[in-house]
């Protein structure tokens, strides 16, 4: 009898984390296939300065800050040497770089060496949205 009470427990607890897991999934923001996300300069493969521009390339959706929930928008986040993606079914934290404000750019300073950026659309949560919009990791030497 035991047995068979902890089964159905089991089952239950399973039935019950796949239907949180499809709620999740449905509050995500949906964002349009055809959006792209992309790094417009520096180029991968570039060498530039210790201190040099970064600027974000966003086509099929727009700009919109933190905070603001407006269809087919989201804002900006930078992730520099990120060896994996972070979690992308839940708030961007400090894995990456916020920019809530709606800016479409930024100055990095950097150690010499190579380094990867890559960008993560997030929504007016910072959660990326559903399918998740994240450009091309590139690599760039910093001199
Ligand atoms: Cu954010």
């Known amino acids: 009898m035991k047995k068979v009470f902890s089964k159905i427990l089991v089952a239950t607890a ?13 509050e995500k923001t949906p964002a349009p296939a055809e959006a792209q996300l992309y790094i417009v300069s520096p180029q991968s493969g570039a ?17 919109a800050p933190a905070g603001v929930q407006t269809n087919n928008t989201g804002h900006h986040h ?6 994996t ?13 916020h920019f809530g404000g709606g800016q479409t750019q930024t100055t990095l300073t950097l ?11 997030g929504d007016h949560v910072h959660t990326p949205h559903n399918p998740p919009v994240i450009s091309e990791k590139i690599t760039i030497t910093v001199q």
Do not use: E, K
Not at 14 to 26: D, G, T
Not at 85 to 97: E, H, I, K, M
Not at 111 to 121: A, E, K, S, V, W
């Open 14 to 26: 399973a039935i019950a984390m796949s239907s949180l897991l499809v709620a999740q999934q449905a």
């Open 47 to 63: 060498v530039v300065s210790q201190t040099f521009n970064v600027v974000f390339g966003l086509q099929g959706m727009g700009v």
């Open 78 to 83: 930078l992730l520099v040497d990120g060896a």
């Open 85 to 97: 993606l972070p979690d992308l079914n839940a708030p961007l934290g400090a894995a990456v770089t």
């Open 111 to 121: 150690t010499p060496g190579r380094h990867t950026l890559q960008l993560i659309l």
